[in-house]
């Protein structure tokens, strides 16, 4: 579950990145090419995404103020020295959907910014650059987050991992920043084989369009959605639904795509069916065993092979 | 018909966006009985991933009723998952994998939840220290 969420940040959490750039003048030593791809990977705020439509979902010919943000730099040197141009040089258009969302991330002590190209006296670049919607898996300039660490077991107590040695593993192997939460089991402890992963370390880092709390939102939202897609589809094919499946909410292409409003929101506590899950406090739903109550088989492990007693 | 195209390899020619969004007339999943096994059912899901067959199988193997969950993902390139679940017969394969996504919308709610609040918790926790070290230095 958890590993699936990682995979969801990473590669279908939506941002905004530049994707069509119109030309008019480019006398730079860079191919208008080159310069179109270092825009594209320019973070821009992608925080209030919502409100901003997929250029394929909008109304629109091609594109729109509401499914784009317009961008546009015109910088020209004149000066004896060469001359740097960075993402805080890019003019937002005024015109967006809303007004946080497309605004180069300037994250740098001196306010600069990306660095996009280096102009010689008399260079000039004038371009249109057109930032829409998009995921990751389309293409990368669209990821919201630069690294994502995953880890559970730090002292690998499970034994999931064999720990190469030349004398000594424990010696020789760095302990992960996550050690100290967990504690190394004693020595001669019997060992569980079955026993399953109960805690779980990310460390998401977020390339500055969205903070990474967000992300993590965004993300479980995304599966969800994911989630109730499959469900819509399955339960379509029953005619209809029951009526107390109560997953009869608005039938967009993108479920809870607007204004965050459907029943899988993922924000209203109680979500209309209750599960074994929620009783075990704040663990996964593999982690507490039995935490459902006896008849619930979910306690056991993925990793393990003794399940079968809970298949009854 | 084309001679050389091999349509396990489609992707290779068509935009990045065919790996996620379904066509017209595509359905997300669909059914289809398994009839070499009892209360068995192939799902076709389209356009999906490691991030859903994995997720969905794990998840209905620690299932009540189901004796077997697996998915296989035939092609890198082919953006499809094929998902085979037995159960033992007081549920058909559909409830099963209906009920392991309601199950894991849920879980994936409360973990959005919780984890919204402990994220609260945790910057309130950080001001506080924040504010206790200024008032320090405020008195030396």
Redesign the interface.
């Known amino acids: 579950?958890m590993?699936?969420?990682r995979?969801?940040m990473q590669?279908?959490v939506p941002t905004l990145a530049i994707d069509l750039i119109e030309v008019e003048e480019n006398s730079s030593s860079m191919a208008d090419e080159v310069i179109s791809h270092r825009l594209g990977l320019i973070p821009l705020n992608s925080v209030d995404l919502e409100s901003v439509l997929y250029s394929?979902d909008c109304d629109c010919e091609q594109y729109c103020e509401n499914c784009s943000v317009k961008l546009t730099l015109h910088v020209k040197c004149t000066s004896e020295e060469n001359m740097n141009v960075y993402a805080r040089d890019l003019i937002v258009d005024p015109n967006r959907p809303n007004q946080t969302v497309g605004v180069p991330v300037i994250t740098d002590p001196e306010g600069n910014g990306c660095l996009i190209a280096k102009l010689n006296r008399g260079q000039e670049i004038n371009l249109a650059c057109i930032a829409k919607k998009g995921?990751a898996?389309?293409?990368a300039k669209w990821m919201a987050t630069t690294a994502i660490g995953f880890e559970y077991d730090p002292h690998n107590n499970l034994r999931h991992t064999d720990l190469w040695y030349e004398k000594n593993a424990k010696a020789e192997w760095y302990v992960s920043h996550n050690a100290k939460y967990e504690e190394p089991v004693a020595e001669g402890t019997p060992f569980d084989y079955d026993a399953p992963p109960k805690r779980i370390y990310m460390r998401v880092e977020s390339t500055g369009q969205i903070p990474p709390?967000q992300i993590?939102?965004e993300g479980?939202?995304v599966?969800?959605q994911?989630?109730?897609?499959?469900?819509?589809?399955?339960?379509d094919?029953?005619q209809g639904g029951d009526a107390n499946t109560g997953y009869n909410g608005p039938q967009s292409?993108e479920y809870g795509g607007g204004d965050g409003g459907s029943a899988?929101g993922?924000?209203a506590?109680g979500?209309g069916?209750?599960?074994?899950?929620?009783t075990g406090g704040?663990q996964?739903?593999?982690g507490g065993a039995g935490a459902g109550g006896g008849?619930?088989?979910?306690g056991?492990t993925?990793y393990g092979s003794s399940?079968q007693s809970?298949?009854? | 018909m084309a001679h050389f195209t091999n349509p396990r390899h489609f992707n290779l020619q068509e935009p990045a966006f065919e790996l996620f969004l379904l066509q017209d007339g595509e359905k997300k999943i669909t059914e289809e009985i398994f009839t070499g096994m009892s209360n068995t059912s192939d799902f076709t899901m389209l356009k999906e991933d490691h991030t859903l067959g994995n997720l969905i199988a794990e998840h209905l193997k620690a299932a009540p009723h189901v004796m077997m969950a697996g998915y296989k993902i035939a092609h890198p390139n082919v953006p499809e998952v094929l998902l085979r679940v037995q159960t033992d017969g007081t549920i058909t394969p559909r409830e099963a994998v209906v009920e392991a996504c309601k199950q894991l919308v849920a879980a994936y709610g409360q973990l959005g939840r919780e984890f919204q609040k402990e994220f609260a918790f945790r910057q309130i926790a950080d001001q506080g220290e924040q504010a206790n070290a200024m008032g320090l230095n405020g008195h030396h």
């Open positions: 579950m590993n699936s969420l995979r969801v590669a279908e394929r995921i898996k389309e293409h709390d993590v939102q479980i939202k599966m969800q994911k989630l109730a897609g499959l469900i819509h589809s399955l339960i094919d029953d292409p899988w993922g924000g506590p979500d069916f209750t599960t074994p899950y929620n704040n996964s739903s593999w008849t619930t088989p979910y056991t993925p399940g809970g298949w009854q």
